[in-house]
């Protein structure tokens, strides 16, 4: 392993774990470059903040002074000028997955929280109820955490939570990310087809997510959510002990659901009994789920109770998760970071528990490879008419899908014309602004949804309410 000082430089730095990579590195003690593209909030602001320089552009100058290690991103090809030029040294290079495993994880106890959806939100979860119980540990999450305002920490103590993704690791290391994370533990909260970029149909994630499971030691645990039919088909597979959690079923499961007094609040029952009571600031079934399993691995884990409880009251939730970022004139705008629509369905559905009887304005921005392309064409029109009103952006950059593969914006405005919706398609990030600004009133929710930048529509839109 690398002695402190050494010089790691990052290819892609700017992808939200190896941003939250190259802190956790710099915190150990080594110096620090990278290189991306593609540089926006909150990564890039991160990144200025921990003093970590970021190289404009691949070129091949960005390996000079020579690295003593080069942190390959899987947004690098072959084809980037400066992966061409680091083949052609002997630098050691290796994979943000594979690093993680070496340098953080190590022979420590691996969390690994893994699933289609609500990966994020259940890894940050996870993080601040071991801190509450003062296990000090390490993480690495796709978002920062409010309640520690990093989305990463090098371990103090012998625990380490990560999120754990099942996108391949880099162009000379074809397999899941999660596959380097060592999982002692490991979450599974949902499984179904998404990644089209690199998954060819379901049967392809599943035998992902199955190398996943089968390095689960014996003497660990699988939480597994019961009411996923495929996630339970691949518990399966397991050595270890597995425990299931659902709404409604499962070894784990909730009683009394409701909202009140601004918080989401439940039992959980355990063969059948009550064991606790939960109240989480947090919304919406899926974040229930999110916070079932967080508290079930917890409690399997003979962590303290009220400590437990404790963290999950204290949580504050994660940025661009569903986070309130402005309520100029009283309308509350909201950023999240839903591209899937089952995520677009869920969140859509938690803003209605949360802000019950207020119209929403949905916003979406087309933009992760697998909205990009038209697998999930239909799927959005159930998810999206749930709101009263839809703006959808033109699709993010579609150059490299052939055109009949490509989402069609055009198709699903109309599609939720006919179901009777709202509905208008806005050319560029000015028009929908301008359009919400004149449209929205007092006591109104506009939800924006997109997985990158959106051509900075957040601030645009709060300065222009204001």
């Not at 290690?69 to 980037?80: A, F």
């Not at 002990?241 to 009394?256: F, I, K, W």
């Not at 691995?297 to 409880?309: D, F, K, M, N, T």
């Not at 593969?405 to 806005?426: Q, T, Y």
Request: hydrophobic letters at 40%; glycine letters at 8%; a neutral charge.
């Amino acid at each position: 392993m690398l002695k402190p000082g050494a010089h790691i430089h990052l290819m892609g730095i700017c992808g939200t774990a190896m941003a939250s990579l190259a802190g956790m590195l710099k915190s150990m003690g080594y110096r620090i470059t990278g290189s991306d593209q593609n540089v926006y909030p909150p990564m890039s602001t991160q990144l200025a903040e921990l003093g970590i320089p970021i190289m404009e552009g691949y070129r091949q100058e960005n390996l000079k002074p020579r690295p003593d290690l080069v942190i390959v991103g899987n947004v690098i090809s072959r084809t980037h000028e400066e992966a061409q030029a680091l083949l052609a040294t002997d630098i050691p290079y290796t994979s943000l997955p594979a690093a993680l495993g070496e340098f953080a994880i190590a022979g420590r106890e691996s969390i690994v929280i893994a699933g289609t959806h609500g990966k994020t939100t259940t890894t940050s979860l996870m993080a601040w109820v071991a801190e509450a119980c003062g296990k000090k540990p390490g993480f690495l999450i796709g978002g920062i955490p409010i309640n520690f305002s990093r989305s990463f920490r090098a371990p103090e103590g012998n625990w380490f939570v990560v999120e754990g993704d099942e996108y391949d690791t880099a162009f000379f290391d074809k397999v899941p990310k999660f596959v380097h994370y060592k999982p002692k533990y490991a979450v599974l909260t949902s499984v179904e087809f998404d990644h089209a970029d690199i998954y060819q149909d379901l049967a392809a994630v599943k035998r992902a997510f199955a190398m996943l499971i089968e390095r689960i030691p014996a003497d660990g645990l699988l939480l597994v959510n019961a009411e996923d039919p495929v996630a339970m088909e691949l518990a399966r597979l397991c050595r270890s002990r597995v425990v299931s959690y659902g709404l409604n079923s499962g070894d784990y499961h909730v009683a009394n659901r409701e909202v009140v007094v601004g918080r989401n609040q439940f039992a959980v029952i355990h063969q059948g009994r009550s064991v606790a009571d939960l109240a989480l600031k947090i919304f919406g079934p899926h974040n229930t789920m999110n916070a079932l399993a967080v508290f079930a691995l917890a409690r399997e884990l003979g962590w303290p109770l009220s400590q437990v409880l404790n963290g999950c009251a204290e949580f504050k939730g994660v940025k661009r998760r569903q986070e309130v970022i402005g309520e100029p004139r009283g309308i509350v705008v909201v950023e999240d970071f839903a591209h899937h629509p089952t995520a677009v369905d869920l969140t859509i559905k938690t803003m209605k528990e949360r802000y019950p009887g207020k119209k929403i304005f949905a916003v979406f921005e087309p933009r992760s490879a697998t909205s990009r392309r038209k697998v999930f064409q239909k799927d959005y029109v159930q998810a999206l008419g749930q709101a009263a009103v839809t703006w959808l952006a033109k699709p993010y950059d579609q150059s490299k899908i052939s055109e009949g593969e490509r989402f069609s914006a055009e198709e699903l405005i109309e599609d939720l014309k006919r179901s009777g919706r709202e509905a208008h398609l806005g050319t560029n990030v000015q028009e929908i602004v301008a359009a919400l600004t004149r449209e929205a009133r007092t006591g109104d929710v506009i939800l924006i949804m997109s997985n990158g930048g959106f051509d900075g529509i957040y601030s645009k839109l709060l300065a222009a309410l204001k």
